[in-house]
């Protein structure tokens, strides 16, 4: 299992750099925009949508998508407010309500709300900062996802949410934690990005994007349980679906893009 997640990994971040240096902006749009609806995909699926609702809801969702980045109006402050309601309330009261089941509607509420702001902070950071700071703030998941998993399976003895990710412990988080501020103290001395202008500012990056991220490996852990799968999908070996693979992702871009623009 391991050595399948090794190399889907390497496969991934190639052609993640492919996409982010070497496509037209058109191009890198559309494939960031894909990834999401395989992701969307994937959780109708989950849902025993038909193929008449998954069609509807992708359509919806591609449409509000269209008009936000094609309209002459700055949506900042309406992306940044859904982000952090999002992530700072809706979905950490899903983690502590536990519901046992989600309906169509709030699962096509949910994919809206989880999927789009991320897309456009994808988007916004790529045209504003350029493809080497967006890869700077995705690898903060990827470092976060490799310290918790070592730091899991060497010291883990405490369990961090038992009811909804059993594998996953207090130890392995701040592991993550660790690694990640290890990780933009080094970024910062060699790169110093705008928006790590401190070290006090490190310290926030790392802590509050980090957290968001194991709330988004929860909040997909918690949709998976309720719908009885074990992973989003097949696509990716060792990984499962692309949904199991962007999950904190999707938290972590959306919050990063909140604050960057000066949020917090």
């Known amino acids: 299992m391991l050595i399948h997640r090794f190399f889907t990994s ?19 749009v559309i494939s960031a925009w894909l990834i999401c609806l395989l992701g969307i995909y994937e959780l109708t699926k989950m849902y025993k949508f038909n193929l008449l609702d ?25 992306i940044s407010l859904v982000a952090l309601l999002t992530w700072c309330f809706i979905v950490p009261y899903i983690l502590v309500k536990q519901p046992q089941q989600f309906n169509k509607y709030i699962i096509c509420f949910l994919a809206l709300i989880v999927f789009v702001p991320a897309f456009y902070a994808i988007i916004s950071i790529y045209q504003i900062l350029g493809p080497w700071d967006l890869i700077f703030i995705m690898a903060i998941a990827w470092v976060s996802d490799i310290g918790a998993y070592f730091g899991g399976r060497k010291f883990g003895k405490h369990k961090l949410a038992v009811t909804i990710s059993p594998n996953k412990s207090i130890e392995g988080a701040v592991s993550g934690l660790v690694c990640v501020i290890i990780y933009l103290l080094i970024l910062k001395q060699f790169r110093s ?22 709330i988004g490996d ?10 009885k799968v074990k992973d989003s999908g097949k696509l990716l070996p060792g990984h499962g679906g692309v949904f199991d693979r962007i999950d904190s992702l999707l938290a972590i871009i959306a919050i990063a893009y909140v604050f960057i623009w000066g949020i917090f």
């Open 10 to 28: 390497v496969v991934l971040f190639i052609a993640t750099i492919i996409v982010l240096f070497y496509v037209p902006l058109s191009s890198f």
């Open 218 to 227: 929860l909040f997909e852990s918690w949709l998976k349980r309720v719908a």
């Open 54 to 78: 998954t069609a509807g809801l992708i359509l919806i969702l591609s449409l509000i998508v269209w008009l936000l980045y094609t309209n002459k109006y700055d949506p900042t402050k309406i």
């Open 193 to 214: 990005p705008i928006y790590l202008y401190s070290y006090v500012m490190v310290l926030k990056f790392a802590l509050i994007l980090t957290s968001v991220g194991i």
